[in-house]
Structures are given as structure tokens and as C-alpha cells.
């Protein structure tokens, strides 16, 4: 057997050639575009766009509903990103559309499938019907409404056991101890994941959320593969585990479905990986971003308190005022037009849907957060179409029964301390949120 070194070592020129096609390339372009002060480019690599990318945002909607440079198109408009989103004519063409098709099959031989990411196919998020249907069919099952309603109870639970064990600490990071803990917990449950893999699983996604950018560095890439690796062979092991000892949850379900639905093991870990990334790596987000937003407008969470059933739509205010998903990418699948704009095929656009959330023509004074919003819930936070998010609905109780349990147990909670955001451009959420309470023990 190869000393993992070694593995390593054989596996550079491989992992070398992944990134140039899927990464490297694209960089360099769009270093160059932003050199040049494109505004697409600038808004794909600026640091400071990362942090702040609302301005940009309102600069893109001063020029027009689709803008374009030399490689792509974007837009933050709604109208054209809800049409895009539901468009057959366009797909997610394998998160390498933009590709030529000879680089894209090279693509395709170079990965190592113990390295596949969540937009790498066959993850769901990466392929497009009739393929997609086949997968999601079988996902779906344990996302409908009915499912999730019946879970408020067990979210509850979680939430009240993470806050107990706060209980006497004034000061602690809400991401670490609470935010990030809630859904992990719960999408662990659905998957069938042991208590003691949660804390390890945690660190591995945080590393690899890197991978849903555009345009990585080679060693940001490299960190992401470690963290991939690691989590492919731990998942191949928690598939061996359910196939021997099968239990309710959904993972186990795939594993023993017969016939046509059979998921190969590629298939199989590439959805099972996104549902468990997915379940945890965005929720994180958007109940940090809730904290942060109430701790800027004291009277609103007052309000909140005041009227717990308002949490619901708050929830839906924060997805629309901070999307934890800011953005996603689209080609065109064959020859199309949208708001007046000829799209030829293989041709992508960037759909800003932090950007869409804060259209004036759906959403009045859009800048402003307003928890009592009439249409919050109109935002494209959770995408549309095919690829419409399957955890909407869970995410939503999550963050409501979270927000409300926190500010129950702690109504003085403030942040306190210097708040440090995530390093990712795609998902927009906290990476450290300190936080201080005069921590009331419960009873
Ligand atoms: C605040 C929390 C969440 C946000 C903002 C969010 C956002 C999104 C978005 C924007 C997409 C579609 C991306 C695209 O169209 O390219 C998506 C897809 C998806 N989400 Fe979520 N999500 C959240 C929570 C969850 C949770 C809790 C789960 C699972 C339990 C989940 C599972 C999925 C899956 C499986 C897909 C792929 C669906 C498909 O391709 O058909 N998400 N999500």
C-alpha cells in the first residue's frame, strides 16, 4: 500500500491539472478583468467585495437588468434571475459549462472522485434533468412538508439542550456553541451520523465550503481536497456501517433502493455528501446573520419579543437582506433570450441573488431591514426552478425555533467582541460571532 505522502505526491500533477481546468484558468482571467476595474471580475476576486457587496451590487443594477464582460454575463435583477432559474434553456451544465467541451471531458477523467465537491456532478446542485429528477425524487421523500412539520419537536430539543449547556457562560462564540451545533445536530439525525463524527464533520465542511467559489488559489483548492478526501473516506465508512446495520434515516434509504432508482457509489456519496454539507454549512449562516442583524436594530428584536409568532417572517427578512447563498451560475443549454438579451450556448451567467433580494421593483426601500416586511418571503434566497433549495423548509424551522429559544433563555444576548465574517464569497455568514449575556440559568 502507498504511504499517504506518497499518495499525495503520485496524485500533484493530477490534482494540478483538476485545478488549472476548474479553477486556474478562470483565475486568471478574472484577475486580469479585475486589474482592468471590470465590475464583474472585481465583484467575482475583490476581498473587499466579499465583505461588503451590497455597493457593487447597485452598481450592476445601474447598468442594466444583464450586464456582460469578454467572459460572462451577471445579473442582480429579480425578474431575470426567477426566469433564469426556471428556464429549461439553461442548466447547470456540470459546474464546468463554461469550459470548452474538450477541457470539460479532461475535466471529467482528472478528478479524483474522492475529491468530488458539492457542485462537482453528479452532485444534484451540478446536474440538470432528466438526471436531476432521478435524484431528487428520491432526496425529496425525506423533505416534505409533512416530514419537516413533525420535526419541530426534535429541533426544539436541540435547542434547548445547547442552551442548558450554556447555561452560567456569559461569553462565547454563537457560532461555535450554538449556531453551527443546531443544524448539524438535526441533518446528523436524518442522515444517521453517530455523535461522536458531528464535531470532526463540522471542521471538514467549514474547510471544504471554500469549493462552491469561483477562481481558487491552487492552495486554497489543495486545503478544500484534504478536507474532501477525508470526508468521502469517513462517508464510505458510515455507508458500510448502514449497510450492515440499516436504520430509518435517509441514508440507509438510498442505500437499499432496488432497480432503475439504484444509486451507484459515485451517485450515492455525491448526494449524500451535498444533503450533509448542505444541511449544515448554509442554516449556520443564516442564524448568525439573524444575530447580528437583530443586535443593529434593538427595537426590532423587541418587537420580535414581544410577538413571537413574528419570527417566522423575520427569518424570510434576514434570507432576503443577508442571503447566506449570495450567488449561483447558470449556462445556456441551447441558443435563448432574456430581457432582450441573446444568450448563445455554453454561455453562463452569475445570478446574484443577494443582489435580486434587494430589487426595488419587488422589495420598497430594499436597503432596509424591516422584520415586519410584507413580502420578505418573495426573495430567491433558496434559489427557484428545478434546483429550488429541498431544505427550504427545514432551514426556516430551524433558524425560527433557534432565534426564538436563544432570545427566550437570553434576552439581553449582544455581541460583544470583534465579529469575523467566513472567508467565502458564495456563502455569506459569520465565521466567529462573540456574544455576552448576563446567562440566566434556566427554570
Ligand atoms: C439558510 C439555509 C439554506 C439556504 C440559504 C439554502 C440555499 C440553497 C440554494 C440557493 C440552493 C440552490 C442553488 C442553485 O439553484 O444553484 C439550494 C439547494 C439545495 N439545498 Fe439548500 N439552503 C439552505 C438549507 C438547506 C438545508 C437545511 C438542506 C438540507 C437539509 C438543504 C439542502 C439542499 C439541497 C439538497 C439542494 C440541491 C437541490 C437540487 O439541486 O435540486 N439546504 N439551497
Same mark, same amino acid.
Given at each position: 500500500?502507498?504511504? &499517504? $505522502?506518497?499518495?499525495?505526491? *503520485? @496524485?500533484? %500533477?493530477?490534482?494540478?491539472?483538476?485545478?488549472?481546468?476548474? !479553477?486556474?484558468?478562470? /483565475?486568471?482571467?478574472?484577475?486580469?478583468?479585475?486589474?482592468?476595474?471590470?465590475?464583474?471580475?472585481?465583484?467575482?476576486?475583490?476581498?473587499?467585495?466579499?465583505?461588503?457587496?451590497?455597493?457593487?451590487?447597485?452598481?450592476?443594477?445601474?447598468?442594466?437588468?444583464?450586464?456582460?464582460?469578454?467572459?460572462?454575463?451577471?445579473?442582480?435583477?429579480?425578474?431575470?434571475?426567477?426566469?433564469?432559474?426556471?428556464?429549461?434553456?439553461?442548466?447547470?451544465?456540470?459546474?464546468?459549462?463554461?469550459?470548452?467541451?474538450?477541457?470539460?471531458?479532461?475535466?471529467?477523467?482528472?478528478?479524483? &472522485? $474522492?475529491?468530488?465537491?458539492p *457542485? @462537482?456532478? %453528479?452532485?444534484?446542485?451540478?446536474?440538470?434533468?432528466?438526471? !436531476?429528477?432521478?435524484? /431528487?425524487?428520491?432526496?425529496?421523500?425525506a423533505?416534505?412538508?409533512?416530514?419537516?412539520?413533525?420535526m419541530?419537536?426534535r429541533v426544539s430539543d436541540v435547542a434547548g439542550d445547547l442552551l442548558d449547556d450554556l447555561?452560567?457562560?456569559?461569553?462565547f462564540d454563537l457560532v461555535e456553541r450554538y449556531a453551527s451545533q443546531l443544524p448539524v445536530t438535526v441533518i446528523a439525525d436524518l442522515l444517521g451520523v453517530p455523535e461522536h463524527d458531528r464535531g470532526r464533520l463540522l471542521a471538514l465542511g467549514n474547510e471544504a465550503a471554500?469549493?462552491?467559489?469561483?477562481?481558487?488559489?491552487?492552495?486554497?483548492?489543495?486545503?478544500?481536497?484534504?478536507a474532501l478526501?477525508e470526508m468521502h473516506t469517513w462517508f464510505r465508512g458510515h455507508v458500510e456501517r448502514l449497510?450492515?446495520d440499516?436504520g430509518d434515516d435517509l441514508i440507509s434509504?438510498?442505500?437499499?433502493?432496488?432497480?432503475?432508482?439504484?444509486?451507484?457509489?459515485?451517485?450515492?456519496h455525491?448526494?449524500g455528501l451535498l444533503v450533509l454539507a448542505a444541511g449544515f454549512e448554509t442554516t449556520v449562516n443564516l442564524i448568525g446573520?439573524?444575530?447580528?442583524?437583530?443586535?443593529?436594530?434593538?427595537?426590532?428584536?423587541?418587537?420580535?419579543?414581544?410577538?413571537?409568532?413574528?419570527?417566522?417572517?423575520?427569518?424570510?427578512?434576514?434570507?432576503?437582506?443577508?442571503?447566506?447563498?449570495?450567488?449561483?451560475?447558470?449556462?445556456?443549454?441551447?441558443?435563448?433570450?432574456?430581457?432582450?438579451?441573446?444568450?448563445?450556448?455554453?454561455?453562463?451567467?452569475?445570478?446574484?441573488?443577494?443582489?435580486?433580494?434587494?430589487?426595488?421593483?419587488?422589495?420598497?426601500?430594499?436597503?432596509?431591514?424591516?422584520?415586519?416586511?410584507?413580502?420578505?418571503?418573495?426573495?430567491?434566497?433558496?434559489?427557484?426552478?428545478?434546483?429550488?433549495?429541498?431544505g427550504?423548509?427545514l432551514a426556516?424551522?430551524e433558524?425560527?425555533v433557534a432565534?426564538?429559544?436563544?432570545?427566550?433563555?437570553?434576552?439581553?444576548?449582544?455581541?460583544?467582541?470583534?465579529?469575523?465574517?467566513?472567508?467565502?464569497?458564495?456563502?455569506?455568514g459569520?465565521e466567529?460571532?462573540?456574544?455576552?449575556?448576563?446567562?440566566?440559568?434556566?427554570?
Amino acid at each position: 500500500m502507498r504511504s &499517504p $505522502d506518497l499518495a499525495r505526491a *503520485v @496524485d500533484l %500533477p493530477r490534482s494540478f491539472t483538476a485545478w488549472a481546468l476548474a !479553477h486556474g484558468l478562470q /483565475r486568471s482571467l478574472i484577475q486580469r478583468g479585475a486589474r482592468k476595474g471590470d465590475l464583474i471580475s472585481r465583484m467575482v476576486m475583490d476581498p473587499a467585495l466579499r465583505l461588503d457587496p451590497f455597493p457593487a451590487y447597485e452598481e450592476l443594477r445601474g447598468r442594466g437588468v444583464i450586464s456582460a464582460n469578454d467572459l460572462i454575463s451577471a445579473s442582480v435583477d429579480h425578474a431575470v434571475c426567477n426566469e433564469v432559474l426556471r428556464s429549461d434553456a439553461f442548466g447547470t451544465a456540470g459546474g464546468q459549462g463554461e469550459l470548452p467541451k474538450p477541457l470539460q471531458w479532461l475535466h471529467h477523467k482528472v478528478i479524483d &472522485p $474522492d475529491t468530488l465537491g458539492p *457542485v @462537482d456532478p %453528479p452532485s444534484m446542485l451540478a446536474v440538470d434533468p432528466p438526471l !436531476h429528477t432521478r435524484y /431528487r425524487k428520491q432526496v425529496a421523500r425525506a423533505f416534505t412538508a409533512r416530514k419537516v412539520g413533525r420535526m419541530g419537536d426534535r429541533v426544539s430539543d436541540v435547542a434547548g439542550d445547547l442552551l442548558d449547556d450554556l447555561a452560567g457562560v456569559e461569553d462565547f462564540d454563537l457560532v461555535e456553541r450554538y449556531a453551527s451545533q443546531l443544524p448539524v445536530t438535526v441533518i446528523a439525525d436524518l442522515l444517521g451520523v453517530p455523535e461522536h463524527d458531528r464535531g470532526r464533520l463540522l471542521a471538514l465542511g467549514n474547510e471544504a465550503a471554500v469549493t462552491l467559489d469561483p477562481g481558487l488559489s491552487w492552495r486554497q483548492f489543495r486545503r478544500a481536497e484534504v478536507a474532501l478526501r477525508e470526508m468521502h473516506t469517513w462517508f464510505r465508512g458510515h455507508v458500510e456501517r448502514l449497510r450492515e446495520d440499516p436504520g430509518d434515516d435517509l441514508i440507509s434509504q438510498l442505500i437499499l433502493l432496488d432497480g432503475p432508482d439504484r444509486l451507484d457509489p459515485v451517485e450515492l456519496h455525491q448526494v449524500g455528501l451535498l444533503v450533509l454539507a448542505a444541511g449544515f454549512e448554509t442554516t449556520v449562516n443564516l442564524i448568525g446573520n439573524a444575530v447580528a442583524m437583530l443586535d443593529g436594530h434593538p427595537d426590532q428584536l423587541r418587537f420580535l419579543q414581544e410577538n413571537p409568532d413574528g419570527w417566522g417572517n423575520a427569518v424570510d427578512e434576514v434570507l432576503r437582506h443577508q442571503s447566506p447563498v449570495q450567488l449561483t451560475l447558470r449556462i445556456a443549454l441551447r441558443r435563448t433570450e432574456v430581457a432582450g438579451k441573446v444568450f448563445e450556448p455554453g454561455h453562463g451567467i452569475l445570478l446574484y441573488l443577494g443582489g435580486a433580494n434587494r430589487d426595488p421593483a419587488v422589495f420598497a426601500n430594499p436597503a432596509a431591514f424591516d422584520v415586519t416586511r410584507a413580502n420578505a418571503d418573495q426573495h430567491l434566497a433558496f434559489s427557484a426552478g428545478v434546483h429550488f433549495c429541498l431544505g427550504a423548509s427545514l432551514a426556516r424551522l430551524e433558524a425560527a425555533v433557534a432565534l426564538r429559544a436563544l432570545y427566550e433563555r437570553h434576552p439581553d444576548l449582544h455581541v460583544a467582541g470583534r465579529a469575523e465574517r467566513r472567508g467565502t464569497r458564495v456563502l455569506r455568514g459569520f465565521e466567529r460571532l462573540p456574544v455576552r449575556t448576563t446567562a440566566r440559568v434556566p427554570g
